[in-house]
């Protein structure tokens, strides 16, 4: 047993280290304040859904940026609700504003739903920077002007955002966290952008794309880069098409760079536990790539790291074993301290870092499903439309 606990030492000591240099490399989107005349048409692309609960709020967030050169299209994705009363009325009440709203088209039987409707508004869009975002984000007014500055100064292809997340209800401060714990500990940022220099040369393109990560609620291209790589056409049956997209920008040579969004991309993915089991459902077995060895080792690996500490303090109050009792406690302990730094540049509540084993514990029922999923073939849908 206790060997399993060094087992769970070093994989937090690793990711530490990993977390320690995203601190570095994993910064807020900024505009540099330089003067720059030529300003690059932006097309901010939204595909909606059903969305009426939020889409007034992201499109007026988007009109409202002061920044001079950009369109606003959104594609109305066979909405049963209000969502297109309400960009009609959005539309009307803002004449001098780009803003276009486009009906979708029938989705065809090898496309998934949100990859059709971001095709059909990338076929559209003039700018020469693509943005695509999620309908449940909303952005600071001076964001069209830091995403001009990153692609002239920076010298980048693309770039994306991970949004502030807005957490209201309790299982959303447990859960939603969780997923930026696996952005900030288990992914080296910068090797989206350059290659390892660790690495041998002559490996660098064969690994390359492995360290590639974007998130597809707010992702911008260079036009030129979304259709070399052949746009959403080139994932449109994939269910995490953003990680592929970005792959893709990897596999060519290309850059992308990540950023946070604190106080400057916001969203709020779910609303409560209902959806947010749906959500993930859809979604947690692809982000393995559909390997379901590695979504088991995972599984376990997480238990070992996170959950199993608990089992052995008790064990080893019951036996009286300091050593396992110290180590247990520290194991415990230290998955809250990086909590801490999370929680902070992300402007949660700190109150929640003790319940992260229970948002652990969550995704280990949840994997359960998702393998349940799989083995019986369950359909899996979102927003009325089968997945699987």
């Not at 999370?342 to 029922?365: C, M, T």
Request: glycine share 4%; charged share 20%.
């Amino acid at each position: 047993m206790i060997y399993l606990l060094f087992i769970a030492a070093l994989y937090l000591t690793i990711t530490s280290v990993i977390l320690l240099r995203n601190a570095a490399d994993f910064t807020v989107i900024s505009d540099d304040n330089q003067s720059d005349n030529h300003k690059n048409r932006i097309s901010f692309c939204i595909p909606a859904r059903n969305e009426e609960s939020s889409i007034r709020k992201c499109v007026e967030s988007v009109i409202q940026q002061n920044y001079p050169n950009f369109e606003v299209l959104i594609l109305d994705d066979h909405s049963t609700d209000t969502t297109l009363q309400i960009l009609r009325e959005i539309k009307s009440k803002n004449p001098k504003s780009e803003i276009k709203i486009i009906s979708g088209e029938p989705k065809p039987e090898s496309w998934l739903g949100k990859n059709w409707a971001c095709h059909q508004l990338g076929l559209q869009a003039s700018g020469e920077i693509i943005v695509f975002m999620d309908a449940d984000t909303w952005l600071e007014s001076n964001l069209g002007n830091a995403i001009n500055a990153q692609f002239k100064n920076a010298k980048i292809d693309a770039l994306t955002i991970w949004p502030e997340q807005k957490l209201g209800t309790f299982w959303e401060k447990v859960i939603i966290p969780q997923i930026y714990y696996v952005i900030f500990t288990l992914l080296p940022v910068r090797y989206s952008q350059f290659d390892p220099k660790w690495m041998p040369e002559k490996f660098r393109p064969v690994f390359r794309s492995s360290f590639a990560a974007a998130c597809g609620q707010f992702i911008a291209f260079k036009k030129g880069t979304y259709h070399t790589i052949g746009g959403h056409a080139s994932v449109k049956n994939n269910v995490v098409e953003d990680v592929e997209l970005a792959r893709l920008i990897r596999r060519n040579n290309l850059k992308i760079r990540l950023f946070r969004g604190a106080r400057t991309v916001y969203c709020r993915m779910y609303t409560n536990q209902d959806e947010i089991l749906k959500g993930f459902r859809k979604n947690f077995l692809a982000g393995f790539g559909n390997n379901i060895f590695l979504f088991i080792a995972a599984g376990i690996l997480h238990f070992i790291v996170f959950l199993l500490p608990f089992f052995t303090l008790i064990l080893a109050v019951y036996l009286n074993e300091i050593t396992m009792m110290i180590l247990s406690v520290i194991l415990i302990i230290w998955p809250w301290l990086i909590r801490l730094y999370i929680d902070k540049v992300n402007n949660w509540s700190q109150n929640y870092i003790f319940a992260h084993q229970l948002g652990v514990a969550w995704f280990q029922v949840l994997s359960l499903m998702v393998l349940y999923d799989k083995i019986f073939k369950r359909k899996v849908s979102w927003k009325g439309r089968d997945l699987s």
